[in-house]
């Protein structure tokens, strides 16, 4: 991506009902605080804004994401006005551009929409196949419904991923192998394996601590990230980011990201980063609509990244990838060498064997992927 381009993230806050685990900012459209119809004018507004303030600097759009919350539990109209206000307003320059899909919310005639918008790649939510545990979870689908979600978009659009949650309750090694041999099966080329975090005020929270739900123990946790890795590598997939594995299909998008470039978030309490500052925007929904009413931005927060937090956050995110940091990269962006900068936290680090340093990369070793949230937390000053 050169200077004069930019990811954009576009938030829809809908879902046909919220799963248990989540705490994304989302509603179940039943008793969401504002219709989609007010929400979608206050963001084409938004929309609107970035699109005049990024042509003016000659920007150009080179990813787009649209998720949520669920983009298509919005109507096949509803989601075809969002769809229009991106190509309408957005400087695209032949972008990749994803929407997030739930098996369940797909007709025939969102897929139209989409593809005659110019979506080129879905990012299917899969979680798991085993009934019993999507509805324990929440999920709003069935087996049956995953395989037909992907067959559907395998055949209308270029790429396609597929995301799995590993450490689900009462889910054993010996499933999350079922499940990926299916999704394989299916000829998913790009498949990313999260495992589950319980977060606090979350239904599923309650009902861990109440013991009512069993979460399997680290071990378990950790043979099923092992587990992923010796079953994917041998078919062919490339591990090229900790959570993600690909046959030629990388996520553009999501490496803006972990290269930590600019972006831009639109939405009900979408973040960017922008100019070196991290920008935050309201939660409140009448905040956010009333803001848009009066044509302003509703960024709630802002914060300025100091040039070492930026050093900070390069080296983190870039170590969620494969091929790590590039030492060359780094010192063009900041004209130093990040051995220099961080070299306690390597010499540390390599001496644990959880970092290794070859070929102009600083990158997490294969001892050093499943403690990689404790090799970040060394490159964080206090």
């Not at 802002?302 to 050093?311: G, P, Q, T």
Request: glycine letters at 6%; hydrophobic letters at 40%; charged letters at 25%.
């Amino acid at each position: 991506m050169t200077e004069k381009e930019i990811s954009v993230y576009i938030h829809i806050p809908y879902c046909p009902a919220k799963c248990l685990y989540c705490d994304f900012l989302s509603f179940p459209l039943c008793s969401a605080p504002a219709v989609p119809a007010a929400y979608i004018k206050a963001l084409t507004r938004e929309i609107f804004l970035w699109g005049r303030k990024l042509e003016s600097l000659d920007i150009r759009v080179s990813t787009l994401y649209i998720g949520g919350g669920t983009p298509t539990a919005l109507s096949a109209s509803e989601l075809s006005e969002v769809l229009a206000a991106c190509r309408r307003y957005l400087p695209l320059a032949e972008p990749e551009w994803t929407v997030e899909v739930n098996p369940g919310t797909l007709t025939p005639e969102k897929i139209e929409e989409m593809v005659k918008a110019g979506v080129n790649r879905a990012s299917i939510g899969v979680q798991d196949l085993n009934e019993e545990r999507l509805v324990l979870l929440g999920r709003q689908h069935n087996p049956a419904q995953a395989e037909e979600a992907f067959l559907v978009c395998r055949d209308a659009f270029p790429a396609v991923s597929v995301d799995v949650m590993a450490a689900l309750p009462g889910q054993e090694p010996a499933d999350l192998q079922e499940t990926l041999a299916a999704v394989c099966g299916w000829g998913a080329r790009h498949i990313s394996v999260y495992g589950l975090a319980v977060a606090e005020g979350t239904p599923l929270f309650k009902l861990v601590k109440e013991d009512r739900v069993a979460l399997p123990d680290e071990e378990a946790q950790l043979e099923m990230f092992t587990l992923t890795r010796e079953y994917l590598l041998p078919r062919n997939y490339e591990h090229y980011e900790i959570a993600s594995y690909t046959k030629g299909q990388h996520c553009r998008h999501n490496l803006t990201y972990w290269k930590n470039l600019p972006y831009a978030g639109i939405g009900l309490g979408a973040h960017s980063y922008w100019q070196k500052m991290r920008l935050a925007n309201t939660r409140q929904m009448e905040v956010y609509l009333q803001s848009l009413a009066e044509d302003r931005l509703p960024v709630a927060e802002c914060h300025n990244v100091s040039r070492r937090e930026e050093m900070e956050d390069t080296i983190i995110l870039g170590l969620r990838l494969r091929d790590g940091v590039s030492l060359s990269d780094f010192a063009g962006r900041f004209k130093r060498d990040l051995r220099e900068v961080f070299a306690a936290e390597i010499k540390r680090l390599l001496e644990l064997q959880l970092l290794e340093c070859r070929d102009g990369f600083l990158r997490l070793t294969d001892k050093g992927l499943p403690l990689a949230n404790t090799v970040f937390a060394e490159f964080i000053s206090c």
